[in-house]
């Protein structure tokens, strides 16, 4: 099966799980392609030089539908799947030219819009990242499906743990989330023996955080970290890693703890707590900190978690099926 991939570059989750899903789809049998809409800048692409060779990904200019066709000319996809709102327009076009399902994304919240509406009405199928953003699709229900983003549990797994305990940071920051980025640095410089990580796009306002800048290597990072703070994919990273979690982004949602997936769907958004408070953070990390019990407790059920619900291979294995039962269909 061939399958197209459309995504727009930039330093965020959503273009880390489009190389990984890609990646894993090449494994499991599929000629799954890449192309990244938009030209992304020279830190970019030096960044994720080494992925986008393995995984032979190629760049656009933003919506350039003859730049697509000129590298199509040889290979015909048999699905079109985009990630990205704005490769929505370029995905459609495509999928009308290869009589193609358009398999359409949605990593948040506000694209049941009347923008969008016509790309989500000739979607085959729109794979929603959470319940949250499901809910958000009630006109589409139908063929909404809920797939989260799954991470490669060989390649984010724990390492030793050594003291003192360390912190990370992860998350691109943007004006929503710049409150709680703050508020948790603050809260993190009134500990005292823990070392502090930051893997963002914005430098901290901190005294004690080494700051890596936005950075490939989270992996080895979070592998050596006890406790990982954002949203999201770093969340879903920092749990195979066997980190505890705090739920922080525009709202904190605190310590991801067993009794509060219990009682209802997991929710790492960051949009379902309160307004971020230092004081309430700090009070999140000493009880993390200072109970190094309850603290080994919530790593090993993050492992679990990202093992039962997050695992990468599993996960890309349901998209597939997807794809299969679309194609089946419309061969009928």
Same mark, same amino acid.
């Given at each position: ?42 830190? !970019? ?49 495509? !999928? ?8 359409? &994304?949605?990593?948040? $919240? ?30 589409? *229900? ?17 390492? $030793? ?6 912190? !990370? ?75 505890? !979690? ?16 219990? &009682? ?20 999140? $990390? *000493? ?18 978690? *990202? @093992?039962? @619900?997050?695992?990468? *291979? ?12 679309? $194609? ?5």
């Amino acid at each position: 099966m061939n399958v197209l991939h459309l995504n727009r570059f930039f330093y965020s989750g959503q273009t880390t799980h489009a190389f990984s899903l890609v990646k894993e789809q090449q494994k499991q049998g599929l000629d799954a392609r890449l192309i990244m809409d938009g030209n992304p800048s020279y830190q !970019a692409l030096e960044l994720y030089k080494e992925t986008i060779n393995k995984l032979g990904i190629t760049t656009i200019r933003p919506g350039d539908l003859q730049a697509v066709l000129q590298q199509l000319q040889h290979w015909q996809p048999h699905v079109i799947h985009a990630h990205s709102p704005l490769t929505f327009p370029l995905a459609a076009s495509l !999928a009308t030219k290869y009589s193609a399902p358009l398999i359409i &994304t949605c990593h948040g $919240l506000g694209l049941n819009n009347q923008e969008m509406r016509p790309y989500l009405q000739q979607a085959s199928a729109i794979i929603c990242i959470s319940r949250r953003v499901a809910n958000s699709m009630y006109d589409f *229900a139908g063929k909404v499906h809920i797939v989260p983003n799954g991470v490669d549990l060989q390649e984010f797994k724990p390492a $030793l743990k050594t003291d003192p305990v360390k912190i !990370a940071y992860v998350g691109r920051i943007d004006q929503s989330k710049l409150k709680g980025y703050n508020h948790f640095c603050k809260a993190v410089d009134l500990l005292e023996q823990v070392e502090f990580f930051v893997a963002a796009n914005k430098p901290p306002n901190s005294k004690t955080a080494q700051y890596l800048g936005w950075t490939s290597e989270v992996a080895s990072l979070l592998a050596k970290t006890d406790i990982v703070a954002g949203t999201g994919r770093a969340i879903i990273e920092g749990l195979a890693c066997g980190n505890a !979690a705090i739920i922080l982004g525009r709202t904190c949602q605190g310590i991801l703890t067993p009794e509060k997936i219990r &009682t209802k769907n997991i929710d790492i958004s960051g949009l379902a707590g309160t307004d971020p408070c230092y004081k309430n953070i700090f009070y999140d $990390l *000493a009880k993390l900190t200072q109970n190094k019990i309850y603290l080994q407790q919530l790593q090993k059920f993050g492992r679990e978690l *990202a @093992e039962n @619900e997050f695992d990468n *291979a599993k996960l890309t294995r349901n998209i597939i099926e997807l794809y299969e039962q679309i $194609l089946a269909a419309q061969r009928k």
